[in-house]
Structure formats: C-alpha cells, structure tokens
T-cell receptor
Framework: EAGVAQSPRYKIIEKRQSVAFWCNPISGHATLYWYQQILGQGPKLLIQFQNNGVVDDSQLPKDRFSAERLKGVDSTLKIQPAKLEDSAVYLC????????????FGPGTRLTVL | AQKITQTQPGMFVQEKEAVTLDCTYDTSDPSYGLFWYKQPSSGEMIFLIYQGSYDQQNATEGRYSLNFQKARKSANLVISASQLGDSAMYFCAMRAVSGYSTLTFGKGTMLLVSP
C-alpha cells in the first residue's frame, strides 16, 4: 500500500509570493488533514476534510491560506501572499476510518520564506 | 478543549538503557485515544503506540510501552533497551473518540541516545 505522498518536499520563496502544496492520500482514506509544524513545536491543525467537505478550518488563516480537496481525493494547500512566519513544515495526514485508527502522515513540505 | 503537556524538552539515555518520556493531558471528553509519534530528523511522523481511554491494560508494541494512569491523566512512553536509531523527537497526542475530532499534539521531547 502506497503511503501519503506530498510535493514538493522543499520550497524556498520570498515574502509576498504565492506557494502551493499538494497531497495525495492513501487510497480509500476519507479524512484528510493539513498541519503546520513550526520548528521546535508540535504539529498544529490547519484544516480537516471529510471526503471533499471541510469539517474544521477554525485555525486556518483564511486571509492568506486556502485549501481544497476536489473529488475527495487529492488536496492542495495554498498560501498567498506568504509571510516570514509561514516558514514551517506542512504535513498532510489521512485517516482510514475509525477515530481509534492512527493517522498516516506524509513526508511533509518544508517551506522557507525569505 | 484538549491539552497535551510534555515537560521534558530533551532527554539523554545510554544505549541499551530504558527511558521514560512524560506526557500529561487534559480533556473533558469521556472517551479519547492517546498516541505517541516519533519524528526523526528526516521529518516524517511515525506512529508508535496507541492507548484508548477505556482500555484495561497498558498498550505495548515491541520495545515501546505506554504507562497509562487515567486518574493522574498521564500517558508516559517507556522505551526499553534504547538504540542509537531511537534518537528523534517524540510527540504525545490525543484525540476524542467522537464526531470529527482531531489530534492535539504536545510540544515534543528530543531524545538523544549515546553509545
């Protein structure tokens, strides 16, 4: 079974530029999460999808961040415009089904904003 | 709201010794799950062990065991016979078993295993 795929693995941009991250979940996993992990901290949830619907985006800075999950499969996370404080690792995770299941994490995208 | 507290920013242990990583939590949910993840320098989050709040026995997975004390709201990870490859960040996390609840993570503990 293939794992959660993310691309790109690394991205360096200047502040005020735009950037997009892509996540391909494990086949059949209905729940998808995007997390932001700032250096030295634990991951913080940005948004949760159930199939192609948003379940929780309460911590997503909606003035600059957006995310979508078309057809309930792949997902993209966009930042426009980026700020210095957006430098972090962006992790995508998916959940197979029951809440007692573990989330499966992708390798992450490391974003550096200069 | 849920909260995870990991009070040890860093821990040192010698190879082959056991080490305990502390985790305390706070929640008002009656049913919840506790997770431990390992994050090596490469960045991926690796699931280690799970404990349900109503599980009667402490969870074990190979060299990992979870010392679950519900009354004290603690879920410490015990790694036996440490190996050099255990050097990594370790995160404690929890999630309510209801609705569309999400994982809440602690700040992590950096474990360094020396020869």
């Amino acid at each position: 079974e293939a794992g959660v795929a993310q691309s790109p693995r690394y991205k360096i941009i200047e502040k005020r530029q735009s950037v997009a991250f892509w996540c391909n979940p494990i086949s059949g996993h209905a729940t998808l999460y995007w997390y932001q992990q700032i250096l030295g901290q634990g991951p913080k949830l940005l948004i949760q999808f159930q199939n192609n619907g948003v379940v929780d985006d309460s911590q997503l800075p909606k003035d600059r961040f957006s995310a979508e999950r078309l057809k309930g499969v792949d997902s993209t996370l966009k930042i426009q415009p980026a700020k210095l404080e957006d430098s972090a690792v962006y992790l995508c995770a998916t959940l197979p089904g029951h809440l007692t299941d573990t989330q499966y994490f992708g390798p992450g995208t490391r974003l550096t904003v200069l | 709201a849920q909260k995870i507290t990991q009070t040890q920013p860093g821990m040192f242990v010698q190879e082959k010794e056991a080490v305990t990583l502390d985790c305390t939590y706070d929640t008002s949910d009656p049913s919840y799950g506790l997770f431990w993840y390992k994050q090596p320098s490469s960045g991926e989050m690796i699931f280690l062990i799970y404990q349900g709040s109503y599980d009667q026995q402490n969870a074990t997975e190979g060299r990992y065991s979870l010392n679950f004390q519900k009354a004290r709201k603690s879920a410490n990870l015990v790694i036996s016979a440490s190996q050099l490859g255990d050097s990594a960040m370790y995160f404690c996390a929890m999630r309510a078993v209801s609705g569309y609840s999400t994982l809440t993570f602690g700040k992590g503990t950096m474990l360094l295993v020396s020869p």
